[in-house]
């Protein structure tokens, strides 16, 4: 495996094996648990659970969750998380579970609306609310498209399906308190956000950003703000919104196209204040995709973003006047991006799959990519390493000493050691 070799270098290895993995969540008792059988050709297998010792990363137990049944069932990875209350929550096809942390043993499980029917309806992830309780929404795929996971979107397309569940379920007894349904398909994952004293849920639609809300035990839409419309003629829908400060940003083409990619920030008080901005409409290559959210630091009132055959970009952002390029790099990456260590000395991480080529559908044709460290201030490379598998969507979770976590699909789960002095997160 060709990784960098120099003195104080960052080095990577394979610690556990986990088919089809998508991600990675760690409690503040720094018990690691990995959510995997829910991405590309594993995901046939069916979605399973583990946890792993922190140091040795042996696996101490694995949870096979309990699939709907049917044929050819869609799996989409949906997500996982530890709860405030010390339960693990997992959102997979169209169920929600509750695990036991210290054994794996599923306590509960609850079945949730399948909107487009059992085999083609999946839940995308959730949000935790200020009092604990849970809120999902649900995605779906076109009947009769024989792909899995995100690929449904990119081979089969997503016109025509119906408008999205939303679900708020107590964590505590697993009972749905209230059900919803959004104006539209909600293709991105739900953003959840407190605003000056209220909790707002944010919702992505095809060309509109859409917000609810919070109003005790529902969701209501809040008619005062918006919806934005947030694209234009070739750009393709937006992932998700991100929690910015006094705004939210979304950006579009989670979907392969020609069009260059376009990111908006709106703000939360007043709709109509809005700032649009296409950091790589210089860009030559034949096709824009962006199927990870950007991330914010608010702090620094700074963005970072990506598109996969753009580049690497770090914008900063005036609430009057709106965005501007802090710096720009030849880094390609689909994956999320990660920030690390305190303000004044923040570190984004991110991979780079190099210049990939197109398939037909405008996804990337590449088996390795690599890891790069840069000082979030000026984009000063800090180190790397090469020839990881592919890691393309999916996420790098840091750990409490600084390392990553690196989820891959294929090749399970890495741990990856930064460069020296860049040792927390």
Same mark, same amino acid.
């Given at each position: 495996?060709?990784?960098?070799? $120099? ?5 990577? $290895? ?8 998508? &991600? ?25 659970? &583990? ?5 040795? @990363? ?11 049944? *049917? ?11 530890? @709860? ?19 054994? *794996? ?11 487009? *029917?059992?085999?083609? $309806? ?9 009092? /604990? ?122 979907? +392969? ?25 210089? &860009? &030559? ?38 965005? $501007? ?36 559908? *405008? ?6 990519? @690599? ?21 393309? /969507? ?14 891959? /699909? ?8 930064? +460069? ?6």
């Amino acid at each position: 495996m060709p990784f960098a070799a $120099s003195v104080g270098a960052p080095k990577a $290895s394979a610690v556990a094996n986990l088919p089809g993995l998508w &991600s990675v969540a760690i409690d503040s008792k720094d018990r690691v648990f990995a959510f995997a059988g829910v991405v590309g050709d594993f995901s046939t297998a069916g979605p399973f659970v &583990s946890r792993l010792d922190p140091t040795s @990363h042996r696996e101490l137990w694995r949870t096979t969750l309990p699939m709907v049944e *049917g044929k050819d069932v869609w799996i989409y990875p949906g997500g996982v998380g530890v @709860h405030a209350n010390g339960y693990l929550y997992v959102a997979y096809a169209a169920r929600l579970a509750k695990i036991d942390p210290s054994n *794996g043993k599923v306590l509960s499980f609850i079945d949730l609306p399948a909107p487009n *029917g059992l085999a083609n $309806s999946s839940y995308n992830g959730f949000v935790v609310l200020k009092d /604990g309780m849970i809120v999902t929404k649900s995605h779906h795929r076109k009947a009769n498209c024989p792909a899995q996971g995100y690929r449904a979107f990119i081979v089969c397309g997503v016109d025509g399906l119906p408008a999205s569940a939303l679900v708020m379920i107590d964590p505590k007894t697993m009972k749905i308190v209230w059900t919803g349904e959004a104006n539209e398909l909600i293709g991105g994952r739900i953003t959840a956000t407190q605003f000056r004293g209220t909790e707002y849920v944010y919702l992505a639609g095809l060309d509109k950003l859409y917000r609810m809300r919070r109003d005790g035990a529902r969701l209501v839409a809040d008619t005062g703000w918006g919806p934005v419309t947030y694209r234009e003629g070739k750009e393709t829908p937006g992932t998700a919104a991100v929690g910015f400060g006094d705004f939210v940003v979304i950006q579009t083409n989670a979907l +392969p196209t020609a069009a260059p990619m376009r990111i908006t920030a709106v703000s939360q008080s007043n709709a109509s204040q809005r700032f649009s901005f296409h950091p790589f409409a210089d &860009s &030559s290559a034949e096709w824009s995709f962006t199927p990870s959210k950007a991330s914010s630091d608010w702090a620094a009132r700074r963005i970072y973003t990506s598109e996969a055959y753009g580049g690497f970009a770090a914008l900063d952002f005036d609430p009057r006047r709106g965005f $501007s390029i802090a710096w720009k790099a030849s880094q390609y990456t689909g994956s999320f991006i990660t920030l690390m260590g305190k303000s004044a000395e923040r570190v984004v991480v991110a991979t780079d799959m190099g210049v990939a080529k197109a398939d037909d559908f *405008g996804a990337p044709l590449h088996r390795q990519e @690599h890891l790069v460290w840069r000082r979030a201030s000026d984009g000063t490379e800090l180190g790397r390493v090469e020839g990881l598998p592919r890691n393309f /969507g999916l996420t790098l979770t840091p750990s409490e000493r600084g390392a990553l976590y690196y989820a891959t /699909g294929a090749k399970g789960l890495w741990l990856v050691t930064p +460069p020296t002095g860049q040792m927390r997160r």
